[in-house]
């Protein structure tokens, strides 16, 4: 049980004190330097004068040499992704797979307006990306299929596909279709690292 406060019969000697905000306890500090003091610091700048210097002795800047630009290294969880992403599409094609190639455009609009007509309120951030970004986008950011973080966007599909998580088919049908042109990283990946 915690101890009582308030009034005790016995006074303490480490018992602490109140705190008044009121304006008998206001400290303040006291100033040490003077009117004059404060006036000659603020003096103008013009008055000060600057010694000229002949135009022959006034130096350049030394310009650094530029060296050509190098390509930037890939990061190792990107790496890692690409490898992972590059085994998932070589294995043999599936049912699934071969669904998915089957999806056309359209298809995939109706998914993306069935998933806008769900959620209430519109995408505004999302109006400078492509369709096919935001249907993976809205994969990565769905958590029931699994974390996303440090796995390829195909070989997360699989998996959760063979834990019957039931991903849409759709998304494989844009990983499948834009191998080249998708990232296999999560957007979520990119920007944790």
């Known amino acids: 049980m915690p101890p009582r406060r308030g009034n005790t019969a016995a006074p303490r000697s480490n018992q602490q004190s109140t705190l008044s905000f009121g304006s008998k306890s206001r400290v303040t500090k006291s100033s040490t330097t003077t009117p004059s ?10 008055n000060v004068v ?10 350049q800047p030394q310009q650094a040499p530029v060296s050509p630009a190098e390509p930037t290294k890939l990061h190792v969880a990107e790496l890692a992704v690409r490898q992972q992403a590059k085994a998932e599409i070589q294995e043999p094609w599936s049912e699934e797979d071969k669904k998915a190639v089957g999806i056309t ?15 209430k ?3 505004v951030h999302q109006e400078d990306i492509s369709l096919h970004e935001k249907i993976l986008r809205h994969f990565d950011l769905s958590s029931q299929y699994g974390p996303c973080i440090g796995i390829a ?11 019957n998580l039931n991903p849409p088919i759709e998304v494989l049908a844009v990983l499948l279709k834009q191998k080249e042109q998708v990232k296999q990283r999560a957007y979520i990946d990119e920007l944790m690292s």
């Not at 003091?37 to 013009?46: G, R």
């Not at 600057?50 to 130096?59: F, H, L, N």
């Open 37 to 46: 003091q404060k006036a000659k610091d603020l003096e103008p700048v013009a």
């Open 50 to 59: 600057v010694p000229e210097q002949p135009p022959s002795e006034v130096t």
């Open 105 to 119: 455009e359209n298809e995939l609009q109706r998914y993306w307006r069935s998933e806008e007509q769900r959620r």
């Open 121 to 123: 309120a519109p995408r």
């Open 153 to 163: 966007r195909l070989k997360r599909w699989r998996r959760a596909n063979m834990m």
